[in-house]
């Protein structure tokens, strides 16, 4: 149907041969399932994604409401990291507050061994899912696996005190508290893999920054070992 559409018409094309053929399965990524299935490389593809975007934009847009993940947030998912990276899948999820949008957005930095941003991502949507309360857990343990890869020593030091700035300035600005522990803890494992030991002083610039609050300083001396 690709082929034969005229390109002005190919993404309803597509999307009228998906409804067709949707009693003989699901087509959860039409762009992948398109390209796999010819030989060389489809014609004027980058016209067609922009297309098929505006498309499915329009179609998310009316199904709006819907809590349950459909095709065609599957869809809008795909074409959004092919247009515009992990930056959209990131807007997705904070517009939506959904637990499959933040899963899509963690899972493509995972697969890219982006674990600075794996880490970032699964905290945030710890803390800013919506639909879901039950998924926390899962993106609370998908940010403790990003920080063991961080711990490697093939990793930089930098990148984990960055996410754990982050991570910090994250929990202060919106004054979660139940979420410092994980905070000082990710500031702590900077210092356990510094062989060096050039963390101290960081660390303790991090703890004189947040002198008031006093609920994070006891987990920093928690974590910290009282450093």
Request: proline fraction near 3%; charged fraction near 35%.
């Given at each position: ?164 700035e982050k991570r910090l300035d994250g929990v202060t600005e919106h004054k979660r508290r139940r979420y410092y522990g994980h905070a000082a803890s990710l500031a702590a494992s900077c210092m356990a893999v510094d062989e060096a030991n050039n963390s ?28």
């Amino acid at each position: 149907m690709y082929m034969t559409a005229a390109p002005a018409h190919r993404a309803k094309a597509v999307k009228t041969a998906i409804d067709d053929m949707s009693a003989a399965g699901h087509f959860w990524h039409p762009l992948e399932q398109l390209e796999r299935v010819t030989v060389e490389p489809l014609p004027d593809f980058e016209d067609f994604l922009e297309a098929w975007d505006h498309l499915v934009r329009i179609l998310a847009e009316r199904e709006r409401d819907n809590e349950w993940d459909t095709d065609v947030d599957r869809w809008r998912r795909e074409v959004t990291q092919r247009l515009e990276g992990t930056d959209g899948l990131a807007a997705i999820a904070r517009s939506t507050k959904r637990s499959d949008d933040f899963r899509a957005w963690c899972r493509a930095l995972v697969e890219g061994k982006d674990w600075t941003g794996a880490l970032i991502a699964y905290t945030e949507s710890a803390e800013s899912v919506e639909d879901k309360s039950y998924a926390r857990g899962d993106f609370l343990d998908g940010a403790a696996l990003a920080a063991q890869e961080l711990s490697r020593k093939d990793l930089p030091l930098k990148a984990m005190q960055k996410a754990a700035e982050k991570r910090l300035d994250g929990v202060t600005e919106h004054k979660r508290r139940r979420y410092y522990g994980h905070a000082a803890s990710l500031a702590a494992s900077c210092m356990a893999v510094d062989e060096a030991n050039n963390s101290s002083k960081w660390f303790a610039a991090i703890r004189d920054e947040y002198r008031r609050y006093p609920a994070l300083q006891r987990e920093l001396n928690w974590y910290g070992g009282g450093q």
